[in-house]
């Protein structure tokens, strides 16, 4: 927890000189759905490479001892070819980091990203460049693009809950892509006009400065709040209840954007966890509060919590 130390408070990290990869990360590309119709071994030979991408190249300044490197996982699943070398995919992506003082993990991230179509020959080189985004080829480059855009979002989600605002930086970083992203008749995920939901949206959403609450809310729900369950249960509920309170308040202000319900899914059996030991009062606003924002689990919620 040394480097999560640091950062609540807020020591800087310049003083870091050594280099450690940030990223503990599971790589699986998945071609099942496209048949025999491509030899399955190109697929092995992407995930390799990914793997070396993700885990070897080193994504910020900072050091990251073995132990507290991230815990992440990419899965690729290829579901249709487009033409020859372009494939069609989701993209799921998960990432967690530990509870103080517990075995315990919470989510960061867990979002799947249906809208990638990218080309990939055996052996090219798997490679991302700030400074050149999409690389040589749009269509290659829209595989790097996305996952180090999404790499980036992690590291932002890690660092802002572990200190005030402190994964600005990263989210910059994937904003950068955004600006930059690869252009093609086959591309899309990117524009504001791809959907309501995709990386323009999230980007936007972690980088507007009138939706700074959301980087409250993080550090609030993590560090003040899951962080002090072990030693002071009835406080980091009332903490927690804060987070979600101005979450719920985020969302009236703010329909349609797309960072509530990329916070709160996924995340039902956690709230149930924290909040069904809870005093009646406590549990009752807890209940209040959930069936709005995550009206999918309502059923769950009122099970575990009337």
């Known amino acids: 927890m040394l480097k999560k130390i640091i950062a ?14 940030e990223l503990q990360a599971r790589v699986s590309v998945l071609a099942q759905q496209v048949g025999t119709s491509v030899n399955p071994k ?15 190249r080193r994504w910020s300044k900072f050091t990251f001892q073995p132990q507290e490197k991230i815990q992440c996982s990419f899965l690729l699943n290829i579901t249709s070819i487009v033409e020859d070398n ?24 867990n979002y799947q990203d249906a809208d990638l179509t990218f080309k990939y020959i055996e052996y090219q080189p798997v490679e991302f460049n700030e400074n050149r985004v ?6 290659s480059g829209n595989l790097t693009a996305t996952i ?34 690869p252009d093609s008749r086959n591309i899309s995920g990117w524009k504001s006009f791809d959907g309501s939901r995709n990386r323009y949206w999230l980007s936007s959403n972690l980088n507007d400065v009138k939706y700074n609450i959301i980087h409250d809310i993080l550090y609030t729900y ?26 719920q308040s985020f969302t009236r202000e703010n329909p349609g954007t797309m960072i509530p319900s990329f916070f709160i899914q996924n995340r039902s059996d956690e709230l149930v966890g924290i909040f069904a030991k809870a005093d009646p009062l406590t549990k009752a606003k807890a209940l209040q509060l959930l069936l709005q924002l995550d009206i999918g689990n309502a059923d769950k919620y009122n099970a575990a919590l009337k």
């Not at 609540?8 to 990869?21: C, G």
């Not at 092995?44 to 991408?53: H, I, K, V």
């Not at 999409?134 to 269509?139: I, N």
């Open 8 to 21: 609540f408070l807020l020591i800087s990290f310049t003083f870091h000189t050594a280099q450690s990869q």
């Open 42 to 56: 190109i697929f092995t030979t992407l995930q390799t490479q990914l793997n070396d991408l993700i885990n070897n």
């Open 86 to 109: 372009v494939y069609k995919a989701t993209l799921t992506v998960q990432a967690a980091r530990p509870v103080y003082n517990a075995s315990y993990q919470s989510a960061l991230i």
């Open 134 to 139: 999409q690389g040589t080829d749009p269509l």
């Open 148 to 181: 180090a855009f999404y790499i980036y979002t992690i590291l932002g989600l890690d660092f802002d809950s572990f200190s005030p605002k402190g994964g600005q930086s990263f989210y910059q970083s994937a904003q950068n892509i955004v600006t930059n992203a």
């Open 222 to 247: 993590y560090r003040s709040g899951l962080d002090y369950l072990y030693s002071d249960e009835n406080t980091a509920r009332d903490k927690i209840l804060d987070a979600l309170t101005k979450l």
